[in-house]
């Protein structure tokens, strides 16, 4: 069945640092991608989508693009702040919309 | 705009009891989740309405828990009687009707966390 693979954490890096986290997929056809962000004490919100292949999200300065070749989603920032701590999830959308996510990664960003 | 809201927030109970998790979706969102999110681990989905007709119970385990949304508005998930590994996190989640632009994106509550013991 479909599922997702993600980086386990945590990630810990230092403000300003640059962030990969990696998402892999299995799926049959051709499904959207997102990436949700849960922050302390928050309830899980969008943070950005992809919904067909070479499709690039961004938000808040996070980017991610959809690679069909190598079925990876990886989430992306060039300089973290500490405001960006929190777990990350990778999703796939399923039939009927449902999600799969990823077991999700803790990012701590050190000032 | 008020968000999807869940109660109660926590909840302690021991083996074989029961308990009720509340949700009230986002107003005008047709479409209704419930996920489980066990300590570790993603969050997995349990159920899914759409108004009040259930689309996907297939992760649900049907001889402990179940769900109604009688109204196509709020719901409840119930689970009788509750074993140790149910101890998780309950999310609520709405989004809009499929076939609407944005019907991919769901608005999550901010979850019960239930501690069986």
């Known amino acids: 069945g479909d599922s997702v693979t993600q980086m386990e954490g945590p990630v810990t890096l230092s403000e300003e640092a640059f962030l990969t986290i990696n998402c892999t997929y299995t799926?049959?056809?051709?499904?959207?991608l997102f990436w949700y962000v849960q922050y302390p004490g928050e309830g899980l919100q969008l943070l950005l989508k992809a919904t067909k292949a070479d499709d690039k999200g961004s938000n808040k300065g996070f980017e991610a693009t959809y690679r069909k070749e190598t079925t990876s989603f990886h989430l992306e920032k060039g300089s973290v702040q500490v405001s960006d701590s929190a777990v990350y999830f990778c999703?796939?959308?399923?039939?009927?919309?449902?999600?799969?996510f990823g077991t999700g990664t803790l990012l701590a960003v050190q000032p | 705009e008020a968000g999807v809201a869940q109660s109660p927030r926590y909840k302690i109970i021991e083996k074989r009891q029961s308990v009720a998790f509340w949700c009230n979706p986002i107003?005008?969102?047709?479409?209704l989740y419930w996920y489980q999110q066990i300590l570790g681990q993603g969050p997995k989905l349990l159920i899914q309405?759409?108004?009040?007709?259930?689309?996907?119970d297939s992760q649900l385990p049907k001889d402990r828990f179940s769900a109604e949304r009688l109204k196509g508005v709020d719901s409840t998930l119930k689970i009788q009687p509750a074993k140790l590994e149910d101890s998780a996190v309950y999310l609520c989640?709405?989004?809009?009707?499929?076939?609407?632009?944005?019907?991919?994106?769901?608005?999550f509550g901010p979850g019960t966390r239930l501690t069986v013991t």
């Open positions: 309405f759409q108004n009040n007709g259930v689309v996907d």
């Open positions: 999703a796939l959308g399923g039939a009927t919309n449902k999600l799969i």
């Open positions: 107003s005008g969102h047709a479409t």
């Open positions: 799926a049959t056809g051709y499904p959207s």
């Open positions: 989640a709405s989004s809009l009707r499929p076939g609407t632009p944005t019907s991919y994106e769901q608005y």
